[in-house]
C-alpha cells in the first residue's frame, strides 16, 4: 500500500500488535489520528515519520519505548500523552514537532535521547512527574535529576530564566533558536561546559 500512503486517512491497529515496525507509516500525510492499543510495547524508529497532519495519538499503557524520531515532522500534533510505561524516548523522537505546546515526562523515563524536542517551536514547558529519578523540570525547563546539567529550554519560551548555581554543563542546542527568552541570561560560576 505504500503507493497510496498520501491517501490513507484513518486506520486501526488491532490488540494483539506488540510492536509499531521501523518506518511503519512513514509520509503517511493523510493520516489525522492514531490510537496505539495496550498490547504495544515499542514503537520503532521513523514510525510516523512525517505523518504531518496527524493531530491526535493515545498511547497504550504498555508502551516502554518510543524511538529515534518515532513523531519526526509530525507538525500537526498539537498534544500527547507520554504513558507512565514508557522508558526510553529516542533521539529526535519529536523532532519538528512545531504544534506541540506542552509535554509531560511521566516518571518511569530514564533515557531522553538527544535533541528529542528539536524544532518544537511551539513548545513552552517540558514538565516532569515530581517522582522522576533521572530529570527534572525546573520553570518549564529541563534538567538532569540533580541538576547539574540543563538539558532543553523549550523553543517558545519567554521571558527570562534562571540557571540554579548547582548547574555545571549546559547540553548542545540546548537554548536553539529561543529567540523568545529575554535577558539578561546569566551563566553561574558553577558552569564548566556549554554543549
Keep these: 500500500?505504500?503507493?497510496?500512503?498520501?491517501?490513507?486517512?484513518?486506520?486501526?491497529?488491532?490488540?494483539?500488535?506488540?510492536?509499531?515496525?521501523?518506518?511503519?507509516?512513514?509520509?503517511?500525510?493523510g493520516l489525522?489520528?492514531?490510537?496505539?492499543?495496550?498490547?504495544?510495547?515499542?514503537?520503532?524508529?521513523?514510525?510516523?515519520?512525517?505523518?504531518?497532519?496527524?493531530?491526535?495519538?493515545?498511547?497504550?499503557?504498555?508502551?516502554?519505548?518510543?524511538?529515534?524520531?518515532?513523531?519526526?515532522?509530525?507538525?500537526g500534533l498539537t498534544s500527547i500523552t507520554i504513558p507512565d510505561s514508557v522508558t526510553e524516548i529516542g533521539d529526535s523522537a519529536f523532532f519538528g514537532c512545531s504544534g506541540l505546546t506542552s509535554i509531560t515526562i511521566p516518571d518511569s523515563v530514564t533515557t531522553i535521547g538527544s535533541e528529542a524536542f528539536y524544532g518544537c517551536s511551539g513548545l513552552t514547558s517540558i514538565n516532569v512527574d515530581e517522582n522522576n529519578t533521572s530529570y527534572k523540570s525546573i520553570d518549564g525547563v529541563l534538567y538532569s535529576y540533580d541538576v547539574k546539567t540543563l538539558i532543553k529550554c523549550p523553543m517558545a519560551k519567554t521571558g527570562s530564566i534562571t540557571i540554579p548555581d548547582s548547574v555545571t554543563s549546559i547540553d548542545f542546542r540546548a537554548f536553539y533558536l529561543c529567540s523568545g527568552l529575554t535577558g539578561p541570561l546569566n551563566i553561574p560560576d558553577s558552569v564548566t561546559s556549554i554543549g
Design 1 to 29: 500500500w505504500y503507493s497510496y500512503r498520501t491517501s490513507i486517512t484513518s486506520l486501526v491497529i488491532e490488540n494483539g500488535v506488540t510492536s509499531i515496525g521501523y518506518s511503519a507509516f512513514y509520509g503517511c500525510s
Design 32 to 75: 489525522t489520528s492514531i490510537t496505539i492499543p495496550d498490547s504495544v510495547t515499542s514503537i520503532e524508529n521513523g514510525a510516523f515519520y512525517n505523518c504531518y497532519r496527524l493531530t491526535s495519538v493515545t498511547i497504550g499503557n504498555n508502551v516502554t519505548y518510543i524511538g529515534v524520531g518515532a513523531f519526526y515532522g509530525c507538525k
